[in-house]
């Protein structure tokens, strides 16, 4: 079975920093490519970023708010995946959720429907 | 303002269908096949239930049924369940980034 397991939220004054790791089981991680998704209280879902696995070049994309404030990365020995968030903003505020598209057999959807989820971890940007 | 469009709430009676639209632009819904949809209960990680227009994951009901015409999809569930109440998102593919956009969400109650 596979498994997301989010962890490093909490609570960090503006222009703060804070990591997010996101940790992987059950599955080849060399292989998946891994997506950030958030959620502000009361919300809707928000598509932050995702990494590409480095057999096909590790590319990372961002959502414009959080590019260059925000950056995604992978420890494929670890099975882990990060987001390092930088010069955090109150409207930062969410549940930061870690996900893999799904995949039927050899077709895999891995940038436009995520299927397995973590369960998320809180960031509260607050003074 | 989120970048789809969805009714903010949705109601049906046990037994009853009901349709949640999600309308989007020429450049994410109306451009691609990839149109999502998600089932969230409250504390819960999102559920995928629809993936590319109206494919189901194994294990998702056949009373979630999804389509698209032009710039709008259409998530349908039949057979209304209690437990279908939820918040209910749809999301599309768009080409560049950021690479997928998310509707605001709409709440079915089951009355």
């Known amino acids: 079975e596979v498994q997301l397991v989010e962890s490093g939220g909490g609570l960090v004054k503006p222009g703060g920093s804070l990591r997010l790791s996101c940790a992987a089981s059950g599955l080849t991680f060399r292989n998946a490519w891994m997506t950030w998704v958030r959620q502000s209280p009361g919300k809707g879902l928000e598509w932050i970023g995702r990494?590409?696995?480095?057999?096909?070049?590790?590319?990372?994309d961002y959502t414009p708010p959080v590019k260059g404030r925000f950056t995604i990365s992978r420890d494929d020995s670890k099975n882990t995946l990060y987001l390092q968030m930088n010069s955090l903003k109150s409207e930062d505020t969410a549940v930061y959720y870690c996900?893999?598209?799904?995949?039927?057999?050899?077709?895999?959807?891995?940038?436009?429907?995520?299927?397995?989820w973590g369960q998320g971890t809180t960031v509260t940007v607050s003074s | 303002q989120s970048a789809l469009t969805q009714p903010a709430s949705v109601s049906g009676s046990p037994g009853q269908w009901i349709t949640i639209s999600c309308t989007g632009t020429?450049?994410?819904?109306?451009?691609?096949?990839?149109v999502s949809w998600y089932q969230q209960h409250p504390g819960k990680a999102p559920k995928l239930l629809i993936y590319?227009?109206?494919n189901r994951p194994s294990g998702v009901s056949y009373r979630f049924s999804g389509s698209k015409s032009g710039n709008t999809a259409s998530l349908t569930i039949s057979g209304l369940q209690a437990e279908d109440e939820a918040d209910y998102y749809c999301s599309s593919y768009r080409g560049s980034s950021p690479y997928v956009v998310f509707g605001g969400g709409t709440k079915l109650t089951v009355l």
């Open positions: 020429s450049s994410d819904v109306g451009a691609y096949k990839y």
């Open positions: 590319e227009v109206s």
């Open positions: 996900t893999i598209g799904y995949c039927s057999g050899t077709d895999c959807h891995y940038d436009d429907a995520f299927d397995i």
């Open positions: 990494i590409k696995s480095k057999t096909v070049g590790g590319t990372i």
